[in-house]
T-cell receptor, first 114, second 116 residues
Framework: EDQVTQSPEALRLQEGESSSLNCSYT??????LFWYRQDPGKGPEFLFT???AGEEKEKERLKATLTKKESFLHITAPKPEDSATYLC???????????????FGQGTILTVHP | GAVVSQHPSRVICKSGTSVKIECRSL??????MFWYRQFPKQSLMLMAT?????????EQGVEKDKFLINHASLTLSTLTVTSAHPEDSSFYIC????????????FGPGTRLTVL
């Protein structure tokens, strides 16, 4: 069974204080790892897809990296508007038609104080 | 690109009534649509997966007769909660994939269902 564990559960940062969120996963065969941002009362917003170990992607203050066992979401010089829940999800190769099912972690609640 | 809408955003209904939620991909054709449920302070729980013109595939423990899913076109899927009860109150979110042939899921804004 595919499993995704995110840590920490909650993270409080001061504005400008860089940090990283962790996503550890076990999957039979990784097809893709996805990062989403979710604001309260809203649907998740797509951030990144990573497909293979060593891959990195960046978007503004965010940078996602991937190894064979985990992914990191690095936040550089965060601002209060970066406060949100960050969700990690994996998609596995299942053979045949998987229809792209995602397994989500519990999320990391990020709060950035001014 | 990759905009997914849901309607309604909020709905309050009496116990025993049925509620229909629409999910539309506005600027791409969605080969697959997904329906999730999210409880407060918890992550997303997949309920079912649907492909246009096919029967939905439900996750274990999800009652297919209670949560009816129809994927009538490449841009529209509906979830009908039949004979709703207070325990069905939740945040329902849909997603759609198929943009540029990728598996990336793009999510709608969600629908808050409250059953009195």
């Amino acid at each position: 069974e595919d499993q995704v564990t995110q840590s920490p559960e909650a993270l409080r940062l001061q504005e400008g204080e860089s940090s990283s969120l962790n996503c550890s996963y076990t999957v039979s065969g990784l097809r893709g790892l996805f990062w989403y941002r979710q604001d309260p009362g809203k649907g998740p917003e797509f951030l990144f897809t990573l497909y293979s170990a060593g891959e990195e992607k960046e978007k503004e203050r965010l940078k996602a990296t991937l190894t064979k066992k985990e992914s990191f979401l690095h936040i550089t010089a965060p601002k209060p508007e970066d406060s949100a829940t960050y969700l990690c999800a994996v998609q596995a190769f299942t053979g045949g038609t998987s229809y792209g099912k995602l397994t989500f972690g519990q999320g990391t609640i990020l709060t950035v104080h001014p | 690109g990759a905009v997914v809408s849901q309607h309604p955003s909020r709905v309050i209904c009496k116990s025993g009534t049925s509620v229909k939620i629409e999910c539309r991909s506005l600027d791409f054709q969605a080969t697959t649509m997904f329906w999730y449920r999210q409880f407060p302070k918890q992550s997303l729980m997949l309920m079912a997966t649907s492909n246009e013109g096919s029967k939905a595939t439900y996750e274990q423990g999800v009652e297919k007769d209670k949560f009816l899913i129809n994927h009538a076109s490449l841009t529209l899927s509906t979830l009908t909660v039949t004979s709703a009860h207070p325990e069905d109150s939740s945040f329902y979110i849909c997603s759609a994939s198929g943009l540029l042939g990728t598996d990336t899921q793009y999510f709608g804004p969600g629908t808050r269902l409250t059953v009195l």
